[in-house]
């Protein structure tokens, strides 16, 4: 058996396999849409200040707090009619209520490239998309404001803008407490950006000391994911991420809960809600030790970070602030937060290997588009690099096939020579290689690291947004979609057996001899489905392979002879 072509076939086959896994993965139904009840009126328990193992506010859902109940506290009032307050900037089209952020629209990313589509949205009041960021406070000894009433608008206006020439927003709300203890929250929103500054300023008027803690959380209804392969959207990670020291992720599913609550403590971390190109993030500001957690209310899944006690003394004031990023995940304006980790919110796989080696490649993509203006010529020029970058290995690969191409009618004539005693076939032909110093194994190492290669652009090809709609050339109007018209899995199709031609195929039987011909054929169909800035990868590197087995043939091979019948 010719080991360097089994070794070939193993090859690809593990990567068709890795990615069929992916795509073909059940997923399970997401949770019950949450009702308007659930979503909106739950009344939160209050934890004590100590943190600790229980559980307490959300949608219906708990915080992390005391390991004892904690006294009696005033409930907060419901929120007024009108408190509601709409905001909008150049890239953000907001609607808060004081304690959360119930809608968010981004008006330069449309749904479809269809005129007039309506603007992708993330935060959604509607039940069946229910999504919301919320932040509030729960105090052991006194009242506290929830995300779900307490805070209302500081002013009469419920419409802000930013103007021509502004650079920034203000949007205030107050709560005011029974005793003297009133917290003012702003929001504020830049130009040209998806991070909201959220601080919250305790003011304490009383005669006594007060103590709260602050939690943020991201609450989401599991989005319904159309599944199949011409769904971009299918393929990329959907659930919740968070940092404190590393990187961890928990996928929406019926099993969320599976691996615990988490209840972890970190100095400095964030919580995360990722999809396809666009994500919501909570990120405290400088060091300020919490608490992430997640959980599973009746509203869908949670993640959420709670904050240390805050000792107010009478007379005192104190601040806690956070960045809440609602928004793509582009990589400059990811990179801009300067926060530890959260660059991996651009999910480019739970392998960090191939997360690293996905950023380097989206690193010499962004250079080549600023170079040639257009995502697939700069993926064209990718490959380019590449084979540059491992044109020893690839060189040496073809001298391979060249030297085995010009020896295949001796080894045919081997193969005849021993009929079916395959032991001694493959001790003829080893000793062969041996004495023409022909390396079997030599075409190996360039399909071996481009593996990864490959695989770690998948992923970048499926998670950046700056390809999302991003069109190439005549008919190939978003690269990362599926060729619409199948031309370029066609291509792919011709190239595979045209380099399947030029390839030395000795020793092999003829069910080896069937698996290879139809190998071009099940890649192509593999093909159909895949990203069109994928396939243009593939079969950029297909065609500039072809050329260079050709050449490399003509100058250091011959025509293989006709073998001669063995005597």
């Given at each position: 058996m010719n080991q360097t072509r089994v070794f070939l076939i193993l090859a690809w086959l593990m990567v068709a396999m890795l990615l069929w896994m992916e795509w073909g993965k059940e997923q399970a139904a997401p949770p019950a849409a949450p009702t308007p009840a659930a979503a909106t009126t739950a009344s939160p328990a209050v934890p004590a200040p100590a943190p600790a193992t229980t559980t307490a506010p959300a949608g219906d859902a708990a915080v992390?707090?005391?390991?004892?109940?904690?006294?009696?506290?005033?409930a907060a009032a419901p929120a007024a009619p009108g408190t509601r307050v709409s905001v909008r900037t150049d890239v953000l089209d907001l609607v808060l209520d004081g304690g959360s952020v119930l809608q968010a629209d981004l008006p330069k990313f449309p749904q479809t490239r269809q005129p007039g589509s309506a603007p992708v949205r993330l935060f959604d009041t509607d039940p069946t998309h229910f999504y919301a960021a919320q932040a509030g406070w729960v105090s052991a000894g006194g009242a506290a404001p929830n995300h779900q009433a307490g805070f209302v608008p500081a002013?009469?206006?419920r419409a802000f803008v930013l103007a021509d020439g502004q650079e920034q927003v203000v949007v205030p709300f107050v709560w005011q407490g029974p005793d003297g203890v009133s917290i003012r929250r702003t929001y504020t929103l830049t130009r040209g950006s998806y991070a909201v500054e959220v601080r919250d300023e305790v003011t304490n008027q009383g005669n006594a000391p007060?103590?709260?803690q602050i939690y943020r959380q991201l609450i989401r209804k599991p989005p319904q994911i159309k599944r199949g392969y011409t769904q971009p959207e299918?393929?990329?990670?959907?659930?919740?991420?968070?940092y404190n020291g590393d990187y961890q992720r928990r996928k929406f599913d019926e099993d969320y809960l599976e691996d615990g609550h988490v209840n972890q403590r970190t100095e400095r971390g964030w919580i995360a809600m990722l999809q396809h190109h666009f994500f919501s993030a909570w990120i405290p500001e400088g060091q300020q030790p919490s608490t992430i957690s997640l959980d599973a209310?009746?509203?869908g899944a949670l993640v959420r970070e709670l904050g240390d006690a805050l000792l107010v003394a009478p007379g005192a004031t104190a601040a806690t602030q956070a960045r809440l990023y609602v928004g793509p995940k582009l990589v400059s304006e990811i990179r801009a937060q300067q926060v530890p980790g959260l660059e991996r919110a651009v999910d480019y796989s739970q392998f960090s290997i191939l997360a690293v080696l996905g950023e380097g490649l989206f690193w010499v993509l962004s250079h080549l588009y600023g170079l040639f203006g257009n995502w697939g010529w700069a993926i064209i020029g990718?490959?380019?690099?590449?084979?540059?970058?491992?044109?020893p290995l690839s060189a040496a690969q073809y001298k391979s096939f060249a030297k085995m191409r010009k020896f295949q009618p001796r080894i045919q004539q081997l193969k005849e020579r021993y009929g079916d005693d395959r032991q001694k076939f493959q001790e003829a032909m080893m000793e062969l290689y041996k004495k023409e110093k022909i390396n079997p194994m030599g075409g190996c190492l360039p399909i071996l690291v481009q593996m990864p290669v490959f695989l770690a652009l998948y992923w970048v090809l499926v998670e950046s947004v700056e390809l999302r709609h991003a069109p190439w050339i005549l008919w190939i109007q978003d690269l990362t979609a599926q060729d619409p018209y199948f031309i370029l899995p066609v291509i792919n199709v011709a190239v595979m057996w045209f380099t399947q031609k030029l390839?030395?195929?000795?020793?092999?039987d003829p069910m080896?001899?069937?698996m290879m011909q139809f190998m071009p054929l099940v890649f192509g169909v593999m093909m159909a489905f895949f990203p069109a800035g994928l396939v243009l990868y593939w079969v950029t590197n297909g065609a500039l392979g072809l050329l260079q087995q050709w050449w490399m043939m003509k100058r250091h091979g011959e025509p293989a002879p006709k073998a001669s019948p063995a005597k």
């Open positions: 992390p707090g005391a390991t004892a109940a904690p006294p009696p506290v005033a002013g009469p206006e007060w103590q709260g299918s393929f990329s990670f959907t659930g919740s991420a968070w209310p009746a509203s990718l490959v380019l690099l590449v084979k540059l970058v491992l044109y390839q030395p195929a000795p020793g092999m080896q001899q069937k």
